[in-house]
């Protein structure tokens, strides 16, 4: 006789809701590792060695690696070696390693390597869970300054004719509208305003193409096009975001020079 599984709880759904790169070259072992990840709400990509694992990390955001240690072609301890050394956000993206030998050492390696977490094989359900539950809790925010706010090339494209005047006089009559749309957006936000959310999405969307501010821009799209159907807690993520990407780009802009001609 067979019994349906038990349901996973929805709080528990919510803390594994991510994006996880699993490393791992045993089918068997991934398996396992994947079933119960994605019981539980996650997205999981498999990769069967470190230097596919290197490879999709600068190919797509992950929130978590989990890293087998022994693998073909290349060792987790060198994936994630090369994985810290691309600095900026991958110097703090959560790193748990696993193997299925554990000798004396293995824990500092995996350490010294840049790996936050170390558990043996086989999976031991509670104890995976855990780890990864505890390093999905402290996965960083998105830093949307880590990408170039200004695009000098579309700044050049729409202002290059004009003198630095024109370029600068319009900078500072957005900076001002940003700082008014922003403050807009925060009370909208706390009054779950929608329609006023994607009032403001729809007006920087414009606005910051016209100064070269393609991440904003891309930013106010994206809440735009979510702001009437999107879970409140995609919501909040997409306002956080706008909020966190607008004031990089004012500094940006108020630093940046009028292009040059």
């Given at each position: 006789m067979t019994t349906e599984p038990a349901s996973v709880p929805e709080n528990e759904r919510e803390r594994f809701k991510s994006?996880?790169?699993?490393?791992e070259d045993s089918q068997?072992?991934?398996?396992?590792?994947?079933?119960?990840?994605?019981?539980?709400?996650?997205r999981v990509d498999l990769v069967t060695n470190g230097r596919e694992?290197?490879?999709?990390?600068?190919?797509?955001p992950y929130d978590l690696i989990i890293m087998d240690i022994a693998m073909p072609e290349m060792d987790?301890?060198?994936a994630t070696r090369q994985i810290r050394a691309l600095g900026g956000d991958f110097a703090h993206l959560p790193i748990l390693g696993m193997t299925a030998h554990a000798m004396p050492g293995d824990e500092k390696a995996c350490r010294d390597?840049?790996?936050?977490?170390?558990?043996?094989?086989?999976?031991?359900?509670?104890?995976?869970?855990?780890?990864?539950?505890?390093?999905?809790?402290?996965?960083?925010?998105?830093?949307?300054?880590a990408a170039p706010m200004i695009d000098l090339g579309q700044v050049e494209e729409i202002w290059g004719e004009l003198d630095q005047g024109s370029y600068r006089e319009v900078v500072g009559v957005f900076l001002g509208e940003l700082k008014q749309r922003l403050a807009g957006l925060c009370e909208a936000a706390a009054e779950g305003d929608r329609?006023?959310?994607?009032?403001?999405?729809?007006?920087?969307?414009?606005?910051?193409?016209?100064?070269g501010?393609?991440?904003?821009?891309?930013?106010?799209?994206?809440?735009e096009a979510?702001?009437?159907?999107?879970?409140?807690?995609?919501?909040?993520?997409?306002?956080?975001?706008?909020?966190?990407?607008?004031?990089?780009?004012?500094?940006?802009?108020?630093?940046?020079?009028a292009p040059s001609r």
């Open positions: 994006h996880i790169l699993l490393a068997t072992n991934a398996m396992v590792a994947t079933a119960l990840l994605e019981r539980r709400g996650a694992a290197f490879d999709a990390v600068r190919q797509r987790g301890l060198t390597a840049g790996m936050d977490h170390y558990l043996t094989k086989p999976i031991d359900r509670a104890a995976f869970l855990k780890a990864v539950g505890d390093l999905l809790a402290r996965k960083p925010a998105p830093a949307p300054a329609r006023a959310i994607g009032r403001h999405a729809h007006a920087l969307k414009g606005a910051a193409a016209n100064v501010g393609r991440p904003l821009s891309a930013a106010a799209a994206a809440l979510a702001a009437g159907t999107a879970a409140p807690g995609e919501l909040v993520r997409l306002v956080r975001n706008l909020q966190e990407t607008g004031a990089a780009t004012s500094r940006a802009l108020a630093a940046s020079d």
